[in-house]
C-alpha cells in the first residue's frame, strides 16, 4: 500500500555530512508526520527528528544543532541533512511516515540506509 524507500547513506568521516531521503510511494491521501529513527547494533531504535506536515519540528537532544530534516509535501519526500557527523551516528537510518490512506491511518518504516562515521 505504502512504500518508503530510504537513499543517501555511506560511509563518511567524522565531521562530515551527508543528506538522507526517503521517498514515499503508492496510494494514500496524504502524509502527516514524517520521522527519522536509527538502530545502532545491539540498540534498541531511537527518534532522531520528526516533521509535522506543517513543518513543526522536533530533534532528539543528540541531533539538535547539527541534523535538520525537511520536506517536500508535492513529491512525498523527507530529508534529513547531517553535519558534524560523529562515530555515535553510526546506525542504520530508517524513515517513518503517518499515512492516511483508504482504510485510514497507518505508520509505516522504510528499509533503512547504512550510515557509518569513521573517526
Known amino acids: 500500500q505504502v512504500q518508503l524507500v530510504e537513499s543517501g547513506g555511506g560511509l563518511v568521516q567524522a565531521g562530515g555530512s551527508l543528506r538522507l531521503s526517503c521517498a514515499a510511494s503508492?496510494?494514500?491521501?496524504?502524509?502527516?508526520?514524517m520521522a527519522w529513527y536509527r538502530q545502532a547494533p545491539g540498540k534498541q531504535r531511537e527518534l532522531v527528528a520528526r516533521i509535522t506536515y506543517a513543518g513543526r519540528t522536533i530533534y532528539a537532544d543528540s541531533a539538535k544543532g547539527r541534523f535538520t530534516i525537511s520536506r517536500d509535501n508535492v513529491k512525498n519526500e523527507v530529508y534529513l541533512q547531517m553535519n558534524s557527523l560523529k562515530p555515535e551516528d553510526t546506525a542504520v537510518y530508517y524513515c517513518?511516515?503517518?499515512?492516511?490512506?483508504?482504510?485510514?491511518?497507518?505508520?509505516?518504516w522504510g528499509q533503512g540506509t547504512q550510515v557509518t562515521v569513521s573517526s
Open positions: 517513518n511516515a503517518d499515512v492516511v490512506g483508504n482504510d485510514g491511518r497507518g505508520n509505516y
Open positions: 503508492g496510494r494514500f491521501f496524504s502524509i502527516y508526520d
